[in-house]
């Protein structure tokens, strides 16, 4: 007899089949009983009818806890009643993994206790979806970057240097030396884009996050596309069409769990449509003291602003050269003014703010020579850096996405701790 998974179901109307599965929960009378159940690929409902199974599988299935482990025969049925489409009329059942006093039990729980309990709630529903629709944001980027002719390189986790600033990050004893958890693969990034033309980095970074926000992470993973020949221009349509990818893979491929959580599918579907509006950061501090901000011109955004910005236009948008001061050393001068750089931050609407920054990179070896200087850092560690502006530099362009941003908003979860299987904050290091 096959063993099937459940997100098969369908195909198996009918037909006798087994299934491993875990109880979620169960009701029921002295006469059926109804059988909630998991497997890892679907949440759907098992019927165990007495007449049917007699006195001694019936009363296995009456005694059964939240969480036990089993295997189960039985005819899988369509049924319009129940939110999958599908059931299992039961004929036979096997416990396999017995499951006392589980601690998630069906009442609401705080989120403390859940976090606490990370390693069995990602057995729950709300995790279910949304961790299934980070892998389908994990697969699509491959895709989408082989597909545009980037190959993966990755860049160090333990590196010397810290290029966005020292006051982040997480410092480490490197035998007799002093080293960092890496905050951005971007200086690697650039490397790569100069032998391989166009790259992308993905692999987790660190951040000493001291602020308690709804989308900060200490522990997060980036998208780090660099591309050789490539002006920023070029690199905001990639980034449109990034994004667009990604959403449109999700609802090819994640309807199920988009229900589950609720997500309402036509919007998603308006965040596909292309180009994304550009506001320069000059009309957006504008546009933010008409509306009563009180924000001035050199300033970077927080949250509020961000999200009012982005709510302002209902699609992801585009804020355009922002102040030099606030941004990293390495991005390009405008050529006509010497207090703006070329870069570009992508605003996520419905209040989830900044999921991407970028920028066109400075090409100049002296420029960047000053800058690293007038930034306090230490120009020791950035001789390798500056190598690429020796042999060969060319105008290139690239930017960074935070997974989790992105699948917090896809997915419309509240805080980002929820968009990763184990996350990291200020006061979280367990589980
Ligand atoms: P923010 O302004 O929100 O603090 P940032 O400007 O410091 O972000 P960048 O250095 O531009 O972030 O990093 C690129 C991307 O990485 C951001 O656009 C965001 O999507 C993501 N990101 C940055 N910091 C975090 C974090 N602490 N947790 C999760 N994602 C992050
Ligand atoms: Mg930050
Ligand atoms: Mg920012
Ligand atoms: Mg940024």
């Known amino acids: 007899m096959e063993t099937i998974r459940i997100e098969d179901a369908k195909n198996y109307v009918g037909q006798e089949v087994r299934l491993g599965a875990w109880l979620r929960n169960k009701r029921g009378s002295g006469k059926m009983q109804f059988l909630q159940l998991r497997d890892g690929t679907a949440f ?16 296995k299935a009456k005694a059964l806890t939240q969480e036990t482990s089993m295997y189960l025969i039985g005819t899988i049925v369509a049924d319009e009643r129940s939110p999958f489409g599908y059931e299992m009329q039961i004929k036979d059942l096997t416990v396999v993994g017995t499951s006392e006093c589980y601690p998630i039990t069906p009442k609401e729980h705080g989120t403390e206790f859940l976090m606490d309990h990370r390693h069995l709630y990602l057995r729950h529903i709300q995790p ?40 982040e990050l997480f410092h480490t004893e490197y035998f007799d030396e002093d080293a960092y958890l890496s905050q951005t693969g971007q200086l690697y990034a650039e490397a790569g884009a ?50 667009a990818y990604l959403i449109q893979a999700v609802l090819d491929r994640n309807e199920y769990e988009l229900d589950l959580l609720g997500r309402d599918k036509d919007l998603l579907k308006t965040y596909t449509q292309l180009p994304y509006p550009r506001v320069s950061y000059d009309d957006a501090i504008k546009l933010l003291q008409d509306n009563d901000f009180d924000v001035q011109w050199g300033v970077d955004f927080g949250s509020p602003e961000e999200t009012f910005l ?68 230490d120009l020791n560690e950035y001789s390798w850096y500056l190598d690429l502006r020796k042999y060969g530099s060319v105008p290139h362009s690239g930017f960074g996405l935070g997974l989790e941003r992105a699948v917090t908003w896809i997915t419309g979860e509240e805080h980002i701790r929820e968009a990763i299987p184990f996350p990291r904050t200020m006061n979280r290091l367990w589980p």
């Open 194 to 243: 100069m032998a391989f033309g166009r790259v992308f980095t993905f692999g987790p970074t660190f951040r000493a996050e001291k602020s308690k926000t709804r989308r900060h992470l200490t522990e997060f993973w980036m998208i780090e596309p660099e591309m050789a020949w490539m002006t920023q221009e070029d690199s905001l349509k990639v980034q449109e069409r990034y994004i």
């Open 44 to 59: 759907f409902q098992g019927v165990v009818v007495k007449a049917n199974v007699g006195e001694e599988i019936f009363a």
């Open 310 to 377: 982005a709510n302002h236009f209902a699609k992801p948008v585009f804020i355009t050269n922002f102040p030099k001061e606030i941004k990293a050393f390495y991005m390009k001068r405008h050529p006509d003014r010497d207090d703006v750089v070329i870069s570009a931050d992508l605003l996520a609407p419905e209040g989830y703010g900044e999921i991407i920054g970028g920028s066109e990179r400075d090409t100049d070896y002296d420029y960047l020579e000053k800058r690293i200087k007038e930034q306090g850092l």
């Open 128 to 167: 279910f979806a949304v961790l299934r629709i980070r892998n389908t944001l994990i697969a699509a980027t491959y895709e989408f970057f082989n597909k545009e002719g980037f190959i993966k390189i990755d860049s160090p986790l333990l590196t010397g240097s810290a290029p966005e600033g020292t006051t």
